[in-house]
Protein backbone atom coordinates (compact mmCIF):
# COMPACT_ATOMS: atom_id res chain seq x y z
CA UNK A 1 0.00 0.00 0.00
CA UNK A 2 1.26 3.61 -1.38
CA UNK A 3 1.90 5.63 2.00
CA UNK A 4 0.21 9.27 2.14
CA UNK A 5 3.49 10.98 0.77
CA UNK A 6 3.18 8.91 -2.33
CA UNK A 7 -0.51 9.69 -2.67
CA UNK A 8 0.34 13.58 -2.29
CA UNK A 9 3.56 13.30 -4.39
CA UNK A 10 0.86 11.85 -7.03
CA UNK A 11 -1.84 13.84 -6.92
CA UNK A 12 0.84 17.04 -7.72
CA UNK A 13 2.20 15.26 -10.54
CA UNK A 14 -1.72 14.76 -12.22
CA UNK A 15 -3.56 17.94 -10.78
CA UNK A 16 -7.16 18.09 -11.66
CA UNK A 17 -8.13 19.81 -14.61
CA UNK A 18 -10.67 22.99 -14.65
CA UNK A 19 -13.80 23.21 -15.65
CA UNK A 20 -16.01 21.05 -16.87
CA UNK A 21 -16.29 17.43 -15.03
CA UNK A 22 -15.57 14.45 -17.52
CA UNK A 23 -19.03 13.38 -17.00
CA UNK A 24 -22.43 16.03 -16.97
CA UNK A 25 -23.92 15.94 -13.16
CA UNK A 26 -27.37 16.17 -14.76
CA UNK A 27 -28.43 13.49 -17.16
CA UNK A 28 -32.19 13.01 -18.66
CA UNK A 29 -33.66 10.46 -16.14
CA UNK A 30 -32.86 12.64 -13.74
CA UNK A 31 -34.34 15.93 -15.01
CA UNK A 32 -37.58 13.97 -16.26
CA UNK A 33 -37.65 12.55 -12.93
CA UNK A 34 -37.63 15.67 -11.27
CA UNK A 35 -40.32 17.40 -13.56
CA UNK A 36 -42.72 14.17 -12.91
CA UNK A 37 -41.73 15.22 -9.06
CA UNK A 38 -42.70 18.81 -9.97
CA UNK A 39 -45.74 18.21 -11.81
CA UNK A 40 -47.11 15.93 -9.29
CA UNK A 41 -47.09 19.19 -6.92
CA UNK A 42 -47.62 21.97 -8.60
CA UNK A 43 -49.05 20.69 -11.89
CA UNK A 44 -47.90 22.94 -15.48
CA UNK A 45 -48.15 26.41 -14.10
CA UNK A 46 -45.63 25.30 -11.32
CA UNK A 47 -43.07 23.56 -13.70
CA UNK A 48 -40.65 25.98 -14.16
CA UNK A 49 -36.65 26.35 -15.18
CA UNK A 50 -35.92 27.47 -12.10
CA UNK A 51 -38.52 25.09 -10.00
CA UNK A 52 -37.08 22.18 -11.85
CA UNK A 53 -33.36 23.58 -11.11
CA UNK A 54 -34.50 23.96 -7.52
CA UNK A 55 -36.09 20.29 -7.36
CA UNK A 56 -32.46 18.88 -8.85
CA UNK A 57 -30.35 21.16 -6.22
CA UNK A 58 -28.77 23.26 -8.77
CA UNK A 59 -28.38 27.01 -10.86
CA UNK A 60 -30.62 27.66 -13.54
CA UNK A 61 -27.85 28.43 -16.01
CA UNK A 62 -26.33 24.73 -14.95
CA UNK A 63 -29.77 22.98 -16.02
CA UNK A 64 -29.60 24.76 -19.35
CA UNK A 65 -26.72 23.46 -19.89
CA UNK A 66 -28.26 20.34 -20.39
CA UNK A 67 -32.26 21.18 -21.89
CA UNK A 68 -32.93 23.99 -23.61
CA UNK A 69 -36.55 24.87 -22.52
CA UNK A 70 -39.67 23.56 -20.60
CA UNK A 71 -41.02 22.35 -23.81
CA UNK A 72 -38.42 20.56 -24.09
CA UNK A 73 -38.21 18.93 -20.55
CA UNK A 74 -41.97 18.36 -21.62
CA UNK A 75 -41.25 16.38 -24.23
CA UNK A 76 -38.33 14.22 -22.31
CA UNK A 77 -40.96 13.09 -20.18
CA UNK A 78 -43.99 12.46 -22.61
CA UNK A 79 -40.92 10.32 -24.65
CA UNK A 80 -39.66 8.34 -21.34
CA UNK A 81 -43.61 7.60 -20.30
CA UNK A 82 -44.62 6.98 -23.58
CA UNK A 83 -41.54 4.55 -24.33
CA UNK A 84 -43.04 1.84 -21.55
CA UNK A 85 -46.39 1.49 -23.28
CA UNK A 86 -46.74 -1.96 -25.06
CA UNK A 87 -47.37 -1.90 -28.98
CA UNK A 88 -45.59 -5.34 -29.63
CA UNK A 89 -49.19 -6.75 -30.86
CA UNK A 90 -49.29 -4.77 -33.57
CA UNK A 91 -47.99 -6.35 -37.08
CA UNK A 92 -48.92 -9.62 -35.29
CA UNK A 93 -51.94 -9.98 -33.55
CA UNK A 94 -55.40 -9.54 -34.94
CA UNK A 95 -55.73 -5.05 -34.86
CA UNK A 96 -58.69 -5.41 -32.31
CA UNK A 97 -56.36 -7.70 -29.92
CA UNK A 98 -53.23 -5.26 -30.12
CA UNK A 99 -54.98 -2.44 -29.57
CA UNK A 100 -56.69 -3.61 -26.20
CA UNK A 101 -53.74 -4.13 -25.18
CA UNK A 102 -51.99 -1.66 -26.32
CA UNK A 103 -55.01 0.59 -24.19
CA UNK A 104 -54.30 -1.75 -20.82
CA UNK A 105 -50.37 -0.56 -21.69
CA UNK A 106 -51.37 3.43 -22.15
CA UNK A 107 -53.05 3.42 -18.77
CA UNK A 108 -50.48 1.65 -16.76
CA UNK A 109 -48.29 4.08 -17.71
CA UNK A 110 -50.20 6.84 -17.40
CA UNK A 111 -52.25 5.98 -14.12
CA UNK A 112 -48.90 7.19 -11.89
CA UNK A 113 -49.21 10.26 -12.94
CA UNK A 114 -52.81 12.10 -13.55
CA UNK A 115 -51.73 15.84 -13.41
CA UNK A 116 -49.23 14.88 -15.81
CA UNK A 117 -52.28 13.58 -18.40
CA UNK A 118 -53.75 16.80 -19.29
CA UNK A 119 -50.74 18.14 -20.34
CA UNK A 120 -49.40 15.49 -22.30
CA UNK A 121 -53.24 15.08 -23.80
CA UNK A 122 -52.44 18.49 -25.69
CA UNK A 123 -48.64 18.59 -26.09
CA UNK A 124 -47.07 18.24 -29.71
CA UNK A 125 -45.68 15.27 -30.39
CA UNK A 126 -43.31 16.17 -33.21
CA UNK A 127 -40.22 16.62 -30.33
CA UNK A 128 -41.01 12.92 -28.94
CA UNK A 129 -39.28 10.41 -31.14
CA UNK A 130 -40.13 7.44 -29.26
CA UNK A 131 -44.03 8.82 -28.98
CA UNK A 132 -43.85 9.12 -32.80
CA UNK A 133 -42.28 5.23 -32.66
CA UNK A 134 -45.58 4.38 -30.81
CA UNK A 135 -47.60 6.05 -33.15
CA UNK A 136 -46.17 4.95 -35.94
CA UNK A 137 -46.34 1.33 -34.90
CA UNK A 138 -50.65 1.55 -33.67
CA UNK A 139 -51.06 3.59 -37.35
CA UNK A 140 -49.31 0.54 -39.35
CA UNK A 141 -51.15 -2.03 -37.54
CA UNK A 142 -54.37 -0.25 -37.90
CA UNK A 143 -53.90 0.09 -41.55
CA UNK A 144 -52.64 -3.44 -41.94
CA UNK A 145 -56.02 -4.37 -39.96
CA UNK A 146 -57.84 -3.15 -42.95
CA UNK A 147 -58.60 0.40 -41.59
CA UNK A 148 -59.43 2.93 -43.98
CA UNK A 149 -56.26 6.11 -44.18
CA UNK A 150 -58.51 8.63 -43.05
CA UNK A 151 -60.07 6.93 -40.16
CA UNK A 152 -56.50 5.96 -38.38
CA UNK A 153 -56.20 8.64 -36.33
CA UNK A 154 -60.01 8.80 -35.50
CA UNK A 155 -59.12 5.57 -34.24
CA UNK A 156 -56.18 6.80 -32.10
CA UNK A 157 -57.83 9.57 -30.59
CA UNK A 158 -61.12 7.96 -29.55
CA UNK A 159 -59.14 4.91 -28.30
CA UNK A 160 -56.63 7.71 -26.54
CA UNK A 161 -59.47 9.78 -25.07
CA UNK A 162 -60.98 6.58 -23.25
CA UNK A 163 -57.63 5.95 -22.13
CA UNK A 164 -56.69 9.02 -20.28
CA UNK A 165 -59.83 9.39 -18.55
CA UNK A 166 -59.71 6.32 -16.92
CA UNK A 167 -56.08 6.62 -16.31
CA UNK A 168 -57.46 9.50 -14.03
CA UNK A 169 -60.14 7.53 -12.54
CA UNK A 170 -57.34 5.15 -10.96
CA UNK A 171 -56.62 8.25 -8.34
CA UNK A 172 -59.83 9.16 -7.35
CA UNK A 173 -61.25 8.33 -4.01
CA UNK A 174 -63.30 5.57 -3.10
CA UNK A 175 -66.09 7.66 -1.56
CA UNK A 176 -66.50 9.68 -4.96
CA UNK A 177 -70.15 8.75 -5.86
CA UNK A 178 -71.73 8.36 -2.38
CA UNK A 179 -74.64 10.87 -2.27
CA UNK A 180 -74.04 11.22 1.43
CA UNK A 181 -77.88 12.40 3.03
CA UNK A 182 -78.94 13.91 -1.06
CA UNK A 183 -79.90 10.26 -1.78
CA UNK A 184 -83.88 11.98 -2.57
CA UNK A 185 -81.87 13.94 -5.31
CA UNK A 186 -80.41 10.36 -7.31
CA UNK A 187 -82.94 7.89 -6.02
CA UNK A 188 -81.85 5.14 -8.88
CA UNK A 189 -78.40 6.53 -8.96
CA UNK A 190 -78.04 5.70 -5.10
CA UNK A 191 -79.27 2.58 -4.94
CA UNK A 192 -76.93 1.57 -7.93
CA UNK A 193 -73.53 2.62 -6.01
CA UNK A 194 -74.71 1.19 -3.16
CA UNK A 195 -74.89 -2.39 -5.21
CA UNK A 196 -71.59 -1.78 -7.07
CA UNK A 197 -69.10 -4.05 -5.03
CA UNK A 198 -66.98 -2.50 -3.04
CA UNK A 199 -63.37 -3.29 -4.36
CA UNK A 200 -61.40 -0.66 -4.02
CA UNK A 201 -58.60 0.08 -6.90
CA UNK A 202 -60.25 -2.76 -8.61
CA UNK A 203 -63.64 -1.08 -9.58
CA UNK A 204 -61.53 1.38 -11.50
CA UNK A 205 -60.21 -1.47 -13.69
CA UNK A 206 -63.47 -3.18 -14.26
CA UNK A 207 -65.03 -0.14 -15.08
CA UNK A 208 -62.23 0.33 -17.81
CA UNK A 209 -62.31 -2.73 -18.89
CA UNK A 210 -66.08 -2.95 -19.23
CA UNK A 211 -65.82 0.67 -21.39
CA UNK A 212 -62.50 -1.09 -23.27
CA UNK A 213 -64.79 -4.40 -24.34
CA UNK A 214 -67.53 -2.06 -25.90
CA UNK A 215 -65.12 0.69 -27.44
CA UNK A 216 -63.42 -1.68 -29.11
CA UNK A 217 -66.73 -3.87 -30.16
CA UNK A 218 -67.68 -0.69 -31.62
CA UNK A 219 -64.70 0.05 -33.75
CA UNK A 220 -65.10 -3.47 -35.02
CA UNK A 221 -68.99 -2.77 -36.22
CA UNK A 222 -67.51 0.89 -37.36
CA UNK A 223 -64.67 -0.63 -39.68
CA UNK A 224 -67.46 -3.25 -40.82
CA UNK A 225 -69.69 -0.82 -41.96
CA UNK A 226 -67.01 1.44 -43.71
CA UNK A 227 -65.76 -1.61 -45.41
CA UNK A 228 -69.25 -2.30 -47.01
CA UNK A 229 -69.95 1.34 -47.67
CA UNK A 230 -66.56 2.18 -49.23
CA UNK A 231 -66.80 -1.32 -50.80
Not at 81 to 103: M, N, Q
Not at 190 to 215: N, Q
Amino acid sequence: MESPAADAREAAAHPRRRGRPPRPVLSREKITTAALAVVGRAGYPGLTMAALARELKTAPSALYNHVASKDEVLNWVQDDVCETIDTSGFGKDPWDLALSRWAYSYRAAFAPHPPLIPIIAVFPVAGAPHTLAMYERVAAGLREGGWPEDMVVDVIVAVESFVLGSAMDVSAPEGIFDVGERGDLAPTFAAAVAARPARGAASADAAFGLGLSALVAGLRGTLASARATRG
